[in-house]
Nanobody, 115 residues
Framework: QVQFVESGGGLVQAGGSLRLSCLAS????????IGWYRQAPGKQRELVAS????????YIADSVKGRFTISRDNAERTVHLQMNSLKPEDTAVYYC????????WGQGTQVTVSS
């Protein structure tokens, strides 16, 4: 099964930007759609963006539309989430995983947006 390792999180002021990266353990991940998920403290994990195997975004949550962009590089086995105009409500642990075929959740990467 594919394992995912997330990185790029950190502390940023509202209005700032972060670029999250997800590295997949196997090259055959490229045949699958991938999503970025997030989970805020005390809240359910939610899908924020997804991308097809061919690199076409298939879902962007309304709450992040116009601010977040998902992309992938199959040769590098990476998926990225560019986050601009960050808001405090974006604070969460962000995870990368398959969309149709879920792997065990990794550690995620913490994003904290201060006012």
């Amino acid at each position: 099964q594919v394992q995912f390792v997330e990185s790029g999180g950190g502390l940023v002021q509202a209005g700032g930007s972060l670029r999250l990266s997800c590295l997949a353990s196997r090259s055959d991940f490229s045949g699958n759609a991938i999503g970025w998920y997030r989970q805020a403290p005390g809240k359910q994990r939610e899908l924020v963006a997804s991308i097809s195997s061919g690199g076409s975004p298939t879902y962007i949550a309304d709450s992040v539309k116009g601010r977040f962009t998902i992309s992938r590089d199959n040769a590098e086995r990476t998926v990225h989430l560019q986050m601009n105009s960050l808001k405090p409500e974006d604070t969460a642990v962000y995870y990368c995983n398959g969309l149709r075929f879920l792997s065990p959740w990794g550690q995620g990467t913490q994003v904290t947006v201060s006012s």
